[in-house]
């Protein structure tokens, strides 16, 4: 996939069908229209997805502030799902303030030499987001291109947005966060050395640091499943700060895999999460956190047989 970030200049050799939006999440509607870009491939149309840099370094506030996943997670999904081209484009005041048609125009015809364009159904584009579907159809009467306006995926008779998707998280319903994005909600990263806390109890872990502007679900334990070596591996997955050994102050996720021995320092996981069980505490001894850390694990098997 060709991958262009940090220029508003872009430039396709051939016809293309686009999409546009924010894509956060890559959640079932996000999927939808992906879908319908990538079907003019039979025509010979090269896939593209324009979207938005998403900026880490901003002042993080609430749930709006952060991201379902992060750039390079994205990256790699809509990679794998096919498509050619993904376009993030910083949003400088040079595209902000362009009138809808002069973006139609520059943009969609001029550099991307679009011939299809799939969005949703609340679109908006241009400065102060003026220009609607209506208009984009119009425009593409006269510009030549193609304008197909995709029907809202539903769930529990709400429209999936990225903002369902971050209520859910926010309250630790992890299964209707799967639902609404089609696959299981993750973390990824590289393993780092902990304080080794869990090797001292005998229950060795897998520490990963997420970067700030990932949205994580409340602090507490889940059941989880990560991939290595092409191997599913259950486990329980602590997010938060670790409180009975003295705390972090940085949030982590910190992994106990099961039926797993191995080195993985230095690796790359993906860590999916299946279930919420319990909020993070404080222990008032390390002896009383191994034996609670037990319970999990016993809880977390028992969830794995009923499921299998």
Known sequence: MNYVTGTIKFHMDGPCAVSLGKFDGLHRGHQKLIGRVLSGKQQGFASVIFTFEKNPTRMLSGLSGQNIMTNQERRELLEHAGVDHLLECPFVPELSHMEPEAFVREVLVKQLHAVFVAVGEDFRFGYRRKGDTRLLRALGEQYGYQVEVVEKEKSHGRDISSTYVREALHEGNIPLANELLGYRYFVSGEVLHGRQIGRTLGLPTTNLLPPEEKLLPPNGVYLTKTLIDDEDYYGITNIGYKPTVG??????????????????????????????????????????????????????????????
């Open 247 to 308: 705390g972090e102050t940085h949030k982590g996720v910190e992994t106990f895999l099961f039926d797993y021995s191995g080195d993985l320092y230095g690796r790359q996981l993906v860590v999916e999460f299946v279930e919420f069980e319990r909020p993070e505490q404080k222990f008032k001894s390390l002896e009383e956190l191994k034996a609670r850390i037990l319970s999990d694990v016993h809880w977390g098997k028992s969830k794995i047989y009923v499921k299998s």
